[in-house]
């Protein structure tokens, strides 16, 4: 084995990634809270939406990414206008294809 792969840590050694001390343990670690699922209206609004822009969205090279934006942006507009959680194109991106 070559010597110059092998670190041993000294004592002021406090580089990332060099502690000897365990890892915390999963229970210690915050939760990260889970938003609310899509209720069914949001999903129905996400669909409707999507379904009727998807030319624009999915299937046109030629429109400039600019204008996708600002199309999910505004079915994000129409889903939060009735949603309990607030939703952002990512989330909404995500779901439309995921489902």
Do not use: Y
């Amino acid at each position: 084995m070559d010597p110059r792969c092998l670190h041993r840590p000294q004592e002021d050694d406090n580089r990332p990634g060099t502690s000897q001390e365990d890892p915390p343990k999963a229970k210690d670690r915050e939760k990260k809270k889970r938003k609310c699922s899509f209720s069914a209206e949001e999903q129905e609004i996400l669909v409707k939406e999507v379904t009727e822009h998807q030319h624009q969205l999915f299937v046109t090279s030629k429109l400039p990414i600019s204008r996708r934006e600002a199309i999910w942006q505004q079915i994000v507009d129409k889903i939060n206008s009735v949603a309990e959680v607030w939703r952002t194109v990512i989330k909404c991106k995500k779901r439309w294809h995921d489902c």
